[in-house]
């Protein structure tokens, strides 16, 4: 079983970013704590985050073919914009959780928008990074039994 989380653009700058509304906690933090939790689990986890959209379609496209069996991404502004990622998630046909760590439908009607939820086996907004968390613990849940 591997896993793949992807965050998109800013999500680099989390712990400085917006604190109020995005939290204290690091990107690095987060994704070390998801990795740990992943380990303990004997399943593979990698976090990749790119402020390029194209990057991010290159990086589902990779996910096709290496292995991944589930991915969870905070597409972040890209949520709301983007076609193309959509498009790579459909293309690649894997099951995928859509993160948000704010409450994207309580804040500005543009963000209320995702060109990703219809595709995605669930939605978690506005549990800050737990939200990753209950993410990992689905996927985890989904295992085939061996
Ligand atoms: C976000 C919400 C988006 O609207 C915003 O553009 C982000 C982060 C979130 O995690 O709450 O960059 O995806």
Redesign the pocket.
Known sequence: MQVLVLH????NLLGT?EPG??GAQTLAQIDEDLSKKAREAGVVLESYQSNHEGALVDRIQAAGRDGTRFIII???????TSVAIRDALAAVALPFVE??????HK??SF?HHSYLSDLAVGVI??LGPV?YHLALQYALSQRPSS
């Open positions: 998109g653009p800013n999500l970013r509304i995005y905070n597409p972040a502004a890209y949520t709301h993160v948000h760590l704010s409450n994207i804040r500005e963000r907004c506005g939200g």
